[in-house]
C-alpha cells in the first residue's frame, strides 16, 4: 500500500495520509490478537493494525480519498482516524489525530470496564439492559501511541488512574525515535517503558517491535493477563521509520538516519521467518504479487466511488434526543420549595437510584466531602464509592474519559469544581467529546453531563469566580444550559440525561443557596421526578403587553442576569414595561422566543455576567440586530462586566467589576430615553 501511494502520489496526496512502513511487524501483532469485545484507540500510522483486525485495503482507501463511502467518517476526517462499530470487530471509538489526547478516552472505557466489574450479577444485567451495551468479563483495552507523545501532560493523567485503579488497558508504545523532525535524544528524557516505571502499578516492557515472533509472544502473554489479572501494562516497541512523516512531510528533507533505519527493515525478517517455517520462495512471491493485486484493484475501486454531497456536511452534528417536550409537573401540590443545589441533588439521586449505568466523579465528590457546594452530598454514601468517587486533580481526565465511558454502555456526571479550572479539561472537550458523532459519522455520540459551577460569589477572587460560557458556546458539538432557577436546573438536568449527547451544564454559584441579596427566585418548589425541560426553549418570565403610547424593552438573559434584571425593573416600577426572557440554554438557543420579544418590545438589553467584550451576548446582540432591524427604535445594546483580565479578590474591586441591579436600572432608563 505505501509503495502504491508512492505511485500514484499526485493522485492521493490530495488529502494527507500516513503509513506504517517499518511498524508492521508489532501492529500485526497486536492486532491479530483483538477480540469483537475488545476496544482499541489506534494512532494515525496503524494501517497494519487495521488491516489485522479484519479491514480491508478498499477500506482504508476509500478513507485516503475522503469518499462518502468511507466507513469511519464518510470522508469527514484523515486516513487512519478509525471509528468502528462493527459487531464482528473490536470497537474503535472515535479519537482526533491522536498524538497522545486517545489515552484519556481510551483509559475511560477501561475504567468504565472496571465499574461494570464490580456490580454484582444482577447489576451488571440492569447496566446490559439500560445500556444496550453488553460486553464480556475479560475485555480489554488497546490504545495504541507515538513515542514522542507520551510526553504529553495528558498521557501522566492516563497513566495515573489506569495505575492507580489498576484498569485493564495495553498502552502500545512505538518508538521510532521521531517526532516529526524532532528525534528522540532533543526531546524525551527517557524511554516510554522507563517513564511509565515511575507508575507503579503498571508493568512495563521493551521489545523490538521488527520481530514478530517476539512481538506476537510478547503481546499474548500480556493479553492473557490482562484479561486474567485485570491490570494495565504497557510495551515499549522499537521500530524504523521507513516511511514519510506523513505524505506532507518527507523523509528526505531532515532524516540522516535513513540506511540505518532501512538495515532494521522487519519485512526482510519476517520473509526469512515464513522460509524458516516450511514455507518456499514461490510461496512467499505469490503473497507479494497477490497483495500488489489487490492493493492495486482496491485503489482503483475507490478512486471511482463519489465524493460526499453538499447536504452530507449537515448530518450527524448532534445524535436525535428524545426530549422535545416540557413533561411532568414542574410545580407538584404540598412540594416544599428547595434551593437550587438541591434540586439539582435530587435530580441525580433520583437518575442513579434509577439508572444503574450513572455514575457521579469529579474532584472531592466522594463521601467525606460530597463536593465543595454540597452538590453531591451522601450521594456516595447511597450508591457506593465504585459510583461516586474522587478523582485526582486532572480536569482533562474528568472531561476526557466521558468518551470511553460513554462508549462502555455508561453514562458519567462529571464535574469540574470551578468554572476557572476547565480550561485543562477544553483540550478534550474540544478534541475528543464534542467532535466524536460528528466525525465517527454518528456511529459513537458521546453521552456524558459535565457540571460546571460557575459566576462571582462572596469575593472568590480571579480563579473561583470567573465566567466563560463564551469560549464553551464556541465549541461546535455540545449542548449548553445555563438555567438561573432550581426548577429549570432540575428539568435541564434530566433532559441532559436523557440526550445522547454532550452537555455542559452551567451552575451559577451565588444562586446555589439564594444567599445573595435578591435571589430568592431562584428557589423552587421542587420538580416531580418525571419532569423535564427540553433544551432551547427559553421562558418569557416577566411577560408584557405592548402599549403603542409607550416605550418597551425586550431584556434577553440567563443565569443570574435573570435575578439583577427582574430586580432592577421592579425597583423601577417597570415591571409592565420590561420583558424579560430567560435563554435556559446557550446551545440550542430558542430564536424564535428571543425574536418575537425584540419585534414586539422594539427595545432590546442583552445582559451577561461575562465582560461583554468578544463574548457570546455580542454574537447574540448581532444576532438580534441582523433579524430585528425593521422592528426596533434602538441600537441593541449589551451591559456586561467590566472588560478587565481577571476579577479581583477585594470586595470593592469586585463590586466595581461585576454587573449589578443599579447597573442595570441606569442602563435600563438609558434605553428607554433613547
Not at 489515552?103 to 475504567?111: E, F, K, Q, R
Not at 492495486?296 to 452530507?312: F, G, H, I, S, V
Not at 441579596?517 to 427559553?538: I, N, Q, R, W
Request: aromatic share 10%; proline share 5%.
Amino acid at each position: 500500500m505505501t509503495e502504491l501511494y508512492e505511485e500514484n502520489f499526485k493522485t492521493v496526496s490530495k488529502y494527507v495520509h500516513a503509513t506504517s512502513r517499518g511498524h508492521e511487524v508489532i501492529q500485526t501483532a497486536v492486532g491479530m490478537q483483538l477480540l469483537p469485545q475488545d476496544y482499541m484507540f489506534p494512532y494515525y500510522r496503524d494501517d497494519s493494525m487495521l488491516l489485522a483486525i479484519g479491514m480491508k485495503p478498499y477500506d482504508l482507501m476509500l478513507q485516503l480519498l475522503a469518499k462518502k463511502a468511507d466507513p469511519f467518517s464518510g470522508g469527514r476526517t484523515y486516513y487512519s482516524h478509525p471509528s468502528l462499530n462493527d459487531i464482528d470487530k473490536p470497537k474503535i471509538p472515535h479519537q482526533s489525530s491522536a498524538t497522545g489526547m486517545q489515552a484519556i478516552p481510551a483509559t475511560g472505557v477501561a475504567l468504565g470496564f472496571h465499574y461494570r466489574e464490580s456490580l454484582t450479577e444482577e447489576q451488571r444485567a440492569a447496566v446490559d439492559a439500560s445500556s444496550e451495551t453488553s460486553l464480556s468479563s475479560d475485555s480489554i483495552v488497546v490504545c495504541s501511541l507515538g513515542d514522542a507523545s507520551v510526553t504529553e501532560g495528558e498521557i501522566a493523567e492516563a497513566f495515573q488512574m489506569a495505575a492507580l485503579k489498576q484498569l485493564p488497558i495495553l498502552y502500545l508504545v512505538q518508538d521510532n525515535g521521531w517526532d516529526i523532525s524532532a528525534n528522540a535524544a532533543e526531546t524525551r528524557a527517557q524511554n516510554a517503558a522507563e517513564y511509565a516505571a515511575g507508575f507503579h502499578g503498571i508493568e512495563a516492557i521493551s521489545i523490538d517491535g521488527t520481530d514478530f515472533e517476539e512481538s506476537y509472544n510478547t503481546i499474548q502473554t500480556i493479553i492473557e493477563k490482562i484479561r486474567t489479572e485485570r491490570r494495565p501494562f504497557l510495551v515499549h516497541a522499537t521500530v524504523p521509520l521507513l516511511n514519510h512523516h506523513t505524505s506532507g512531510v518527507r523523509m528526505e528533507f531532515y532524516r540522516d538516519d535513513l540506511e540505518e533505519s532501512r538495515e532494521r527493515d522487519p519485512y526482510p525478517k519476517m520473509r526469512q521467518l515464513l522460509l524458516d517455517n516450511g514455507f518456499t520462495v514461490q510461496d512467499v512471491d505469490d503473497f507479494d504479487a497477490f497483495a500488489k493485486a489487490e492493493t492495486k484493484k482496491a485503489l482503483e475501486q475507490a478512486m471511482a466511488m463519489p465524493d460526499p454531497e453538499p447536504a452530507d456536511l449537515f448530518t450527524h452534528d448532534f445524535a436525535p434526543t428524545s426530549i422535545t417536550e416540557e413533561r411532568g409537573e414542574r410545580s407538584p401540590a404540598g412540594a416544599e420549595k428547595v434551593v437550587m443545589v438541591d434540586c439539582a441533588l435530587f435530580a441525580i439521586e433520583e437518575l442513579m437510584r434509577k439508572h444503574p449505568e450513572c455514575l457521579l466523579y469529579g474532584q472531592d465528590v466522594g463521601g467525606r466531602l460530597g463536593g465543595v457546594f454540597r452538590e453531591a452530598a451522601t450521594l456516595a454514601q447511597k450508591f457506593g464509592d465504585n459510583r461516586v468517587f474522587n478523582t485526582p486533580i486532572q480536569e482533562a481526565f474528568i472531561v476526557g474519559s466521558t468518551v470511553g465511558m460513554s462508549a462502555a454502555g455508561l453514562k458519567p456526571i462529571v464535574e469540574v469544581q470551578f468554572a476557572d479550572y476547565i480550561w485543562p479539561g477544553l483540550n478534550q472537550l474540544f478534541t475528543e467529546v464534542s467532535r466524536s458523532n460528528y466525525l465517527s459519522n454518528g456511529k459513537w455520540p458521546v453521552s456524558m453531563i459535565l457540571r460546571v459551577p460557575i459566576g462571582a460569589y462572596g469575593s472568590g477572587g480571579p480563579y473561583h469566580s470567573s465566567s466563560m460560557e463564551s469560549v464553551v458556546s464556541n465549541i461546535r458539538g455540545l449542548k449548553i444550559a445555563y438555567p438561573s432557577n432550581g426548577a429549570d436546573l432540575k428539568g435541564l438536568m434530566k433532559a441532559a440525561y436523557y440526550d445522547p449527547n454532550p452537555v455542559v451544564i452551567f451552575e451559577h454559584k451565588g444562586l446555589y443557596w439564594s444567599k445573595v441579596k435578591g435571589t430568592k427566585g431562584a428557589t423552587s418548589v421542587e420538580p416531580s421526578e418525571d419532569y423535564v425541560l427540553p433544551f432551547g426553549k427559553a421562558w418569557v418570565l416577566q411577560e408584557i403587553w405592548k402599549k403603542e403610547e409607550e416605550e418597551t424593552l425586550s431584556i434577553i438573559t440567563y443565569g443570574m442576569g435573570v435575578h439583577w434584571a427582574m430586580n432592577a425593573t421592579a425597583e423601577l416600577g417597570l415591571k409592565d414595561r420590561v420583558e424579560i426572557v430567560d435563554l435556559r440554554t446557550l446551545h440550542p438557543l430558542d430564536y424564535e422566543t428571543v425574536f418575537s420579544s425584540v419585534k414586539k418590545c422594539g427595545k432590546c438589553l442583552v445582559v451577561t455576567e461575562e465582560p461583554s467584550e468578544n463574548s457570546f451576548s455580542r454574537a447574540l446582540q448581532g444576532r438580534i440586530q441582523e433579524e430585528c432591524f425593521k422592528y426596533i427604535d434602538a441600537p441593541v445594546m449589551v451591559i456586561g462586566s467590566e472588560n478587565m483580565p481577571a476579577i479581583p479578590l477585594n470586595s470593592v474591586l469586585e463590586e466595581t467589576m461585576i454587573l449589578s441591579t443599579e447597573k442595570i436600572k441606569v442602563k435600563i432608563e438609558e434605553i428607554l430615553r433613547y
